[in-house]
Every structure is written in structure tokens, then in C-alpha cells.
């Protein structure tokens, strides 16, 4: 095998790295998974050295199993360890081994999600926490994940979460000490222990780690960028007697901090680790150099960052297109009407997709390939108006519009507490299968019906349902979904889903949204009609031609690419979205956008619309994002011929 032939000189540098910390800047399709198999298989050949010895740690199975396969092929050697793979999966092996170090058995039960739900609710019910402000199990679970992975506060962290509302998070932490306790008197681990009890076993049992420290000579990382503060100091445990670690990743590209990553293990890898040699991989194989020259303007304004600048391979291709339609609408047919260019041309629609930042911003999209029987796959999520939350505030308005609605009815009850479906039906029942509650008398009687922990906040909402007819709100549907999230479902959310922030950005979106129909009843009835067309052009992976337009957030869409790109809603407000840079800035929302513009091999088309319609009726007339006007005018070809 001749690795100088193989590889280009950034790949070759790195791969060939001699002894002590590497770290491996890889920017965006330059080969980081090549130069990874590569380093794997120029260890054993070249070094000598026996795989079991070899530890590579990713962020998912198929990654680590794509890269040891093809360094098996490489080297006509299996990589028989068993440790490699992703961090969980090394820190269950080396608990296998060591539980009985820190209390567990070795046969110990890894709960899944469904199990952790179950223990965290049995754990709030014994404490009595049968409160109407108690966070819901999925929500505890990924909120003690996200702070355990920190290594942070508990009570720091659940005082930020349930700032201004009514949760007691001394009760949540009372539930997380019972669960904690719970768990290691059933010999059981949640997903997120495995992690924190592997670096328990390594921090404070000298012989343990000693032994791993020895058993692996060299260290791979994939993704470092992605780290969290506990998988950065397992890794550092590890390394700290050979110090052959080797990370691979991109600043450029660390986007998930709301799930607990921090760059900055990447960005001060060189402070932890002296010495460290820095290889950059800067050769792009994806994209034309039109692509990645608005690439390069995308993210320089980042200050915090290594620097690095896209090269091409490729010949030249297409400009990048700027389009500044009038709104969501004439957006949506501007895509359609592009895709079907593309087809003409025989790109397949397959080979094309949609991205945007958040999932109202796919509203309109949604909606306008339905009317155009254009089959589209939503690989974010379930589509828009299927989500739960968009679902649950559409039920206001769906009771008031037909008193005879059972589902809707039903649905509103059992978001409050100690009401499920039989206690619901009852109701609906029992006040005659036809509810209409623009009436105060079947108010009334409604709140005489319902369990005492409910009847409280059935008095929140109950106006809401009295204004529709006292205001005559039947216009303004926007404003009743309004009212009843300000009221009730902004602060369910908080209480009963791990990502209310997202959520409430889809609420508003809808309610601005709402403003183009006449009547709340022509506003459902335009819902149902494109949710059944919905059926056959937007329904799930498994169901849809093969050929159909790729619908997604950027953060679903990383790791991907397509001959095509559409990034939508580029306004300032909405992308970069205006919650996130208040509390964050704008340098994570800029790493989004430069996600966004590497997918994209041949065409890339950015889309910023002109306007909004407001809840008010009226129009808020939009910015251009700051992210567009950092790309120098000559690198974009405007294309408004369709407007």
C-alpha cells in the first residue's frame, strides 16, 4: 500500500503524524473519515502496531463501524478489541468489567428510555409530587442528561431551566436523589450513567485506570468538536501516560450546545494537551469553488475560531443564487418551480434539499408542495402540522368551530393534570357529546366536572373560549392560539417537553401564519384538506417514491450532502433566529449557516423573503440575515426573474 498516492499532503501529514497529540482541524468534505481509516490502517502497517491496541472513539455505531471495516480491508486485518466504537459503548464495556468498583453488579440493567420515563414517574409519585407544576419524565431525563454530561450544577442548572415559572426545583432534585438511589438499589444504569460511572471508575480507581492506560497505546476521536465535558475528560484519563491521542473535528461545524457540546474542548485542545502538532485539512472534494467561496465569507466572521479556508478541486460550476421573494409563499412556489428546472436538466429530485433552521419556517414549503402533488420527505421530524404542540393549541379552535369534535375535546382535557382519556370522554359524555363553550353556563359545568387539580387551570383558559364570540374573534384565529399559549400552553411546554424553546418558535410561526385566512373556519378546513394531501406526498420514508424532495432542519442535514441546497427564511429574526442570538450571540447560528452552504455540491440557492404577515393583520417588512450580507455582492447572482 502506498499511503503517498492515496492521500493528498494535508491527509498524508496527518495520517503519517509521528508520536504525542495530534489535533486534526478537517473543514468541511476534505476527507475526514478517509484520513481516520487511513491513520488506523498506518498505524498497523507502517508502526507495527496491534490493533487491540488501538482505541477509536465516535459519536455513532455505523460511523465506527464504517470506518473499522474499511481499515480491516486496508490492512487484511481484523480490529478485534471490541472497545472501539462510540463513547457509550466503550464506557458499557469497561463497566461490564469494574461495576462492582462503585456499587454496581456487573450484570447491571441498562435502562432504556421508555424504562427511565417509568422509574422517574414512580420516583415522583412517592414523593407526592402530584403537583400542577411538575416537569414530566422525558422532560427530568433530558434535563439531568444535558447538566450530568456538563459535569454542572444540578441546582444551577434546573434554576435556569425554571426561571419564571411556577416549578420548585428543590421538589426536582428531591426526585433526582430518590431516582439516583432508585436505580443502583435495582442495579440499574440509565443511558446517560454509563458515561458518568465510566469516568467514576477511571478518576477514582487508580489500578482500573492504570490498566486501560496501558492497554491503549492510541487514541482516536472523531467529532471532538462534539465533546462534552465528561467525554473530554474520559478521554484525557486515557491519554495521559502515552499521550498518542489524535482528534479529528471542526470548529466550523459544532452546532449542538443544546445538547451539552462545547467546542471549546477543540478549541483548547493544544492548552490540555502541549505539544500538540495541528494538521489542517482545507481540500475540498464536494463542492464547486463558487460553492465554497461563499463558504469562506459565510463563517469568517466568527472571532473565536482556527482559521481555515476551503480549497476546491473541483472545475467551476454555477454561482450561488440570491433570491429575495415577496413571503413564505412565493418562496415555496419559487422552490417548486426550481426543482422542476432541475428535473428538466435530469438532477434527481432525490439528489435535492430543503434546509431551514427552525420547522415553521417549512410551513408554507409544506403546504405548497401538497397543492402541487409534489412528493416531498420531511427527515426532520414528523411534518408540520402533525407535531404534538401544533396540534394541542389547533384544538381551541377546532372545539369552538364544531362543539361535536370528541377528539379535539378529549386532547384539551388531558393536558391537565389528573385527566386522561376515560375521565375526558365521560365528560364529553356527560355534557351531551356537544360542547360549546362560548356559552358560560357549559364553562361551568365543565369545571364542576373536572378532578380539582385540573379545575384551576381549566379557569385559566376559560376566557379564551368566551372572547371567540363576546370579541368576535371568528377572524382571528391567530389570536386565540395566542391568548391560550400566553396563558396555559407556554408554561406546559416548559413542563412537559425537553426543547420548549423550538416549540415556541413554532407557535409564533403559526400564529403569524393565520393572519392570510378570512375565518378560523377557513383556516382548519385548509389544514385538513393539505394534511390528507399530506397522506399520500409528504407521508413518511418508507411509504413515498424514491424520488421526493428532501425536506430538513440544518442540524438533522449534518453529515449529509446533495447536488442541490435551498436554505430558507435567510431574514434576520428568523435565521439567525432573534431568541438565540439574545442569549447566545451569533456565532453558533453563523456555524449553522456554513453547515448549511457545505451541503451543496452543484447548486446552492438562498432564499430571503421580503415580508411577513403579523398576528395584527399587518406586515413586518424583513432584513436581508446579516449572514448574506457578510458574502461579497460578487460571489452571488441575484435571481428575482421569477418574481
Known sequence: MNFREELNEEQYAAVTAPDGPSLVIAAAGTGKTRTLVYRLAWLVKERGLDPRHMLLLTFTNKAAREMLDRAEVLVNQPFTSGYSGTFHHFANRILRAHADSIGFGRDFTILDSDDTKKLLRSCADDLKMDKKHFPKPQVLMSIFGVIGGQMGDLADGLADRFENTEVDFEDVIKVHDLYQKRKKEQNAMDFDDLLYYAL?????????????????????????QDTNAIQARMVELLADVHRNIMVVGDDFQSIYSWRGADYRNFLDFERHYPGTREFKLQINYRSTPEILEVANAAIAGNPEQFQKELKAVRAEGAYPLLSTPRDGSTQ????????????????????????????????????????????YIVTSGVRFFEQAHIKDVCTVLRILVNPGDALAFTRLLELFPKVGKKTSLKIFRDLGGRVNLQHPETCGQLAGMLPPAAREEWKKIEPVFLAYREENLDADPGELIYRFNKIFYNEFMVENFDN????AEDIDGLIDFTTRFESTESFLSEIALLTNLDAETGAPAETVPSDSLRLSTIHQAKGLEFKVIFVIFLCEGMFPGQKSVEENGDSEERRLFYVAVTRAKDHLFLCAPEVRRQRDGGVIFLDPSRFISEIPSHLLQNDNGFF
Open 332 to 375: 415555496a412556489r419559487y422552490i417548486i418551480e426550481k426543482v422542476q428546472e432541475l428535473k428538466h436538466k435530469g438532477i434527481s429530485t432525490a439528489d435535492m434539499c430543503v434546509l431551514y433552521r427552525a420547522h415553521f419556517h417549512a410551513m408554507e414549503l409544506q403546504m405548497e408542495l401538497a397543492r402541487a402533488s409534489m412528493p
Open 200 to 224: 467514576q471508575l477511571l478518576e477514582k480507581h487508580l489500578r482500573i485506570r492504570e490498566f486501560y492506560q496501558q492497554e491503549f497505546q492510541y487514541i482516536l476521536v472523531d467529532e471532538y
Open 500 to 503: 420548549p424553546k423550538y416549540r
